[in-house]
T-cell receptor, first 112, second 112 residues
Framework: SQQGEEDPQALSIQEGENATMNCSYK?????LQWYRQNSGRGLVHLIL?????REKHSGRLRVTLDTSKKSSSLLITASRAADTASYFC????????????FGKGTMLLVSP | DTAVSQTPKYLVTQMGNDKSIKCEQN?????MYWYKQDSKKFLKIMFS???????INETVPNRFSPKSPDKAHLNLHINSLELGDSAVYFC???????????FGNGTRLTVT
């Protein structure tokens, strides 16, 4: 069954602006991961946050996790046209072998 | 030097035919997956193999049969193709645990 739900479904911003995407999930997790998918390509891992972490940074990316609300957010600061892609959150229940459940994604368009 | 490679990239075929998609990874990962991405970009796990052994088999029709000749390869054979099988199929691999998934660039299957 689907676990993550991203919000919004689509986001259009100008270069230099920040982009925030949200993800909600339903059951307990071991970790939550964010992936990017450029058009016609496979998904690329961006960042992982564990259930005992609240915030994580990687370059221009900032991820937060609120396990009490079962939600996460991905913030991309100072966006660039090259950030145009679909962004997916994926949850891992930690039940043994890594089994990620993906949301439907947020399509981000960054205009020059 | 592609880490996870799938062939073919595009596959157009008629209903009722049988087709195969091949996947190879040169990352030394033990676990490989097949995911299906539908037209709405929803990504759903189909199968997972760990060191040539099937560990995850989601509710996928029997017409789909994965085969892993060694831990670097995971192929997907589909019998009696149906219109609803049209999708993009992604192969992925990982070391397992909290390690991220590495995806191939997908095989776009169109059944006419």
């Amino acid at each position: 069954s689907q676990q993550g739900e991203e919000d919004p479904q689509a986001l259009s911003i100008q270069e230099g602006e920040n982009a925030t995407m949200n993800c909600s999930y339903k059951t307990s997790i071991n970790n939550l991961q964010w992936y990017r998918q450029n058009s016609g390509r496979g998904l690329v891992h961006l960042i992982l946050i564990r259930s005992n972490e609240r915030e994580k940074h990687s370059g221009r990316l900032r991820v937060t996790l609120d396990t009490s609300k079962k939600s996460s957010s991905l913030l991309i600061t100072a966006s660039r046209a090259a950030d145009t892609a679909s962004y997916f959150c994926a949850t891992d229940k930690g039940t043994g072998y890594s089994t990620l459940t993906f949301g439907k994604g947020t399509m981000l368009l960054v205009s020059p | 030097d592609t880490a996870v490679s799938q062939t073919p990239k595009y596959l157009v075929t008629q209903m009722g035919n049988d087709k195969s998609i091949k996947c190879e990874q040169n990352l030394g990962h033990d676990t490989m997956y097949w995911y299906k991405q539908d037209s709405k970009k929803f990504l759903k796990i189909m199968f997972s193999y760990n060191n040539k052994e099937l560990i995850i088999n989601e509710t996928v029709p029997n017409r789909f049969s994965p085969k892993s000749p060694d831990k670097a390869h995971l192929n997907l054979h589909i019998n009696s193709l149906e219109l609803g099988d049209s999708a993009v199929y992604f192969c992925a691999s990982t070391y397992g645990g909290d390690s991220p998934l590495h995806f191939g660039n997908g095989t776009r299957l169109t059944v006419t």
